[in-house]
């Protein structure tokens, strides 16, 4: 149905959709001690980065400055502030990968997509991140790229595996 | 039982439960260093410098409960290399140019590698941020000699709610730092200064201004103007070692003169001033019943925290500019007029307790004709830099006086560096104001004292009554202004100190270390300082001082004229929580 109406509303809905999403969780865990983390987890989860106006409304709601939000969100690695790619790449750089040449699939993700180690592509379509072990040792070197688990890969198979997501 | 018994370096001791092993050992004369403990505003333990050995462990004292048996060692192996260790890492991260640091010879950090007879540091590596922030014309923060010990923390989010700067980041990245790492001046930062009282070492200080004001002096074209806030005089003694609590009026006069300042006037006869059109503007408010409660606007810190945080009761601030600008707004009319000297050739100069009068003195709406009305503020510090800079001997000189007409002064006007002074010298006034006659009534005394928040109802001789709330510490403020804002508590007329004590504790004050300002009641002996000063006075209201009388005669007409609206009058600005 939403085919129906013009881009702008459908826009706007959407974001009052994830707000609502966002108050909601506020709401569930506003009571609970240390509720700061799963609400940023659901803004996360919601927006895929925290976006500095939702943290203005978490900060009001909760009745927690905006420097203590900043502090818990730049403390984990988990939370963004910047907005990820539709893919996001985590390649594996636990020892086991490390060793079974982690590191040349990495710089052949960055070289064929043009981007450094946390970077977004330009087209938004991908974001590189190196991450600690993903407890996948038996397929190393492994990535994951969403949810789906790429293992055992060589340098030279980076370019046809990125195909799959174009 | 209210006592427990330890034993600390093999001596038994009884001391009241609760007390912790650090102040134990301190009042048993044995001082063990530390640096992230900051009493009543930062507990982290986490600098590691105060460890002593309880049984096997090494344990931070500064934290660690004295219980009933516990038998603690302070000077053990263990302890001085564990001590050295952790003072030695926080060096090796350290930008260690103490000869240009504004808090070399009082740094916390310095005391504790002397202390721990540190010699060299041999850990080398990489270095944490480095960053320097002068965006705020209060308060430099540079990352480059932060330990990450807190306290500033604690002080701005913790003891004043204002939550400006927090950790951020982890690990070697862990900075502290404003939300998003904007500069400081993007934040809800009031520029209270309170951080720079707590910080051990030069990492936040105040945005100095001594060279702009020497050369202000150096300039043959310019008649520079001095005035000095009440709090000053009580604390200005400690830069050059006299004890805390000690008046020292006339050396300070004497030493300002001594500068190159061409008059050496008091902002105790701007308070005054205040009292007349803030007083005025009190009774005619309780007439009208608007804008109630009053509150009063002399803290700059204060009301950049209402423009902040409650934006939607601006119109309760009075719209009185605070007793240093409306001296400098008088300087450069009324006085400049009697002289003949043309304005633009007076520069104006405040001496203040205080960092947030930094940014104040700036306040584009604090101005007249295109002219600040105070063109540079210094603090406490700085003045005594000053002067060390002279090379004058402040502790011998002789008393001088203030210059007329605007360094004449009340009692009344002077106590408003302490918490309840401006309701007290408000009360003063207005009493005689409404019975039109003179009352014996001098000392209001409901007002004084440091509980955090102090309420009084006053009957005035015509049966009116004024509920009044003085109230000081930003926390303190904030909690009363959400009382209010629930209905549960209502008033005619609030007193707001962003400060804990008033000014005499201001962020631009003598910076006592953590040993020593939580032995010595600092609040307590500057306030008792501030009192003895009012009561030196003949003149002890602000009404009766013989030059507020000729400057309403000879200029402003009246309080709350059409002039003095334009000239002593401001407004503020809602500003937003992020």
Redesign the interface.
């Known amino acids: 149905m939403e085919q129906h109406q013009p881009c702008s509303n459908s826009t706007i809905a959407e974001a009052d959709r994830k707000l609502e999403q966002i108050k909601l969780a506020i709401d569930q865990y506003k009571q609970m001690k240390g509720a700061l983390i799963p609400i940023l987890h659901e803004v996360q989860d919601v927006y895929g980065f925290l976006p500095e106006p939702v943290l203005q409304v978490v900060s009001a709601e909760l009745d927690l400055p905006m420097s203590e939000i900043y502090g818990v969100a730049s403390f984990y690695h988990f939370f963004s502030l910047t907005p990820k790619g539709e893919h996001v790449i985590h390649v594996c750089m636990g020892t086991a990968c490390y060793i079974k040449g982690a590191q040349g699939i990495l710089d052949r993700l960055s070289t064929e997509l043009k981007v450094p180690v946390q970077g977004t592509t330009e087209d938004n379509k991908f974001t590189l991140e190196a991450t600690r072990c993903l407890g996948a040792c038996g397929l190393a070197p492994v990535l994951t790229i969403g949810e789906k688990v790429h293992g055992r890969l060589t340098p030279n198979a980076v370019p046809k595996m990125l195909k799959e997501y174009n | 039982m209210n006592t427990v018994k330890i034993m600390i370096d093999g001596v038994e001791t009884e001391i009241v439960k609760g007390t912790t092993v650090l102040e134990a050992a301190r009042d048993q004369g044995i001082n063990i260093p530390s640096l992230c403990y900051l009493q009543g505003v930062n507990h982290s333990s986490s600098c590691r410098v105060c460890v002593v050995e309880v049984g096997p462990r090494l344990i931070a004292s500064c934290t660690l409960i004295a219980e009933d048996g516990m038998k603690i060692q302070t000077n053990t192996k263990k302890v001085r290399d564990a001590r050295r260790t952790s003072a030695q890492l926080l060096l090796s991260d350290h930008d260690r140019e103490c000869l240009s640091c504004s808090r070399g010879g009082n740094c916390e950090l310095q005391s504790v590698s002397n202390s721990l007879n540190i010699r060299e540091v041999t850990y080398t590596g990489e270095h944490s941020s480095r960053e320097k922030d002068y965006s705020s014309p209060a308060i430099v923060r540079d990352a480059s000699k932060c330990i990450l010990c807190g306290r500033c923390v604690g002080a701005c989010?913790t003891v004043q709610t204002?939550?400006?700067?927090?950790?951020?980041?982890?690990g070697f990245d862990t900075v502290i730092?404003?939300?998003?790492?904007r500069p400081l001046a993007e934040?809800?930062c009031v520029n209270c200064g309170q951080c720079i009282m707590a910080c051990p070492v030069g990492a936040l200080t105040e945005h100095e201004n001594i060279r702009d004001v020497w050369d202000a002096i150096a300039d043959p074209d310019q008649y520079v103007v001095v005035q000095t806030a009440p709090a000053v005089r009580v604390a200005l003694g400690e830069e050059f070692g006299l004890p805390v609590g000690t008046r020292t009026t006339g050396k300070m006069a004497a030493a300002l003169r001594r500068l190159g300042f061409n008059k050496v006037f008091d902002t105790v006869f701007g308070a005054d001033l205040t009292i007349m059109e803030e007083g005025t503007e009190l009774l005619s408010r309780l007439s009208s019943g608007q804008n109630l409660p009053l509150m009063t606007s002399c803290c700059p810190g204060w009301v950049k925290f209402m423009e902040h945080n409650f934006p939607d009761m601006l119109d309760n601030l009075s719209t009185c500019k605070s007793p240093h600008e409306m001296e400098g707004a008088m300087v450069k009319s009324y006085f400049a007029g009697k002289l003949g000297i043309d304005p633009q050739k007076i520069t104006v100069v405040s001496i203040m307790p205080c960092t947030a009068k930094k940014f104040e003195g700036a306040r584009e709406e604090l101005s007249n004709k295109d002219m600040q009305d105070v063109d540079w503020v210094l603090t406490t510090r700085e003045l005594a830099a000053m002067i060390k800079e002279a090379g004058i001997d402040f502790v011998n000189l002789k008393d001088e006086e203030f210059d007329n007409p605007l360094g004449v002064g009340s009692g009344a006007g002077t106590i408003f560096g302490a918490t309840g002074g401006v309701s007290e010298a408000a009360l003063r006034t207005v009493f005689e104001l409404v019975s039109g006659q003179p009352l014996d009534t001098i000392e209001y005394t409901a007002v004084r004292g440091m509980d955090g928040i102090k309420e009084n109802t006053v009957e005035l001789p015509d049966g009116r009554t004024i509920r009044t709330a003085v109230v000081h510490g930003l926390g303190n403020a904030r909690r009363l202004m959400e009382a209010m804002q629930r209905g549960e508590k209502s008033y005619d007329f609030m007193e707001v100190m962003a400060c804990a004590g008033g000014c005499i504790t201001g962020g631009g004050q003598p910076i006592l270390n953590a040993a020593d300002s939580s032995r010595l009641d600092v609040k307590a002996l500057r306030a008792k300082a501030i009192y003895s000063e009012d009561e030196a006075q003949t003149v002890r209201k602000s009404h009766h001082n013989p030059f507020i009388k000729q400057l309403y005669a000879e200029f402003l007409g009246e309080p709350n004229s059409h002039l003095a609206h334009e000239l002593l009058h401001t407004h503020y600005t809602a500003r937003t929580?992020?």
Not at chain 2, 162 to 170: D, H, L, P, Q, S
């Open positions: 989010g204002v939550g400006a700067i927090g950790f951020a980041k982890r730092s404003t939300a998003f790492g934040s809800t929580k992020y």
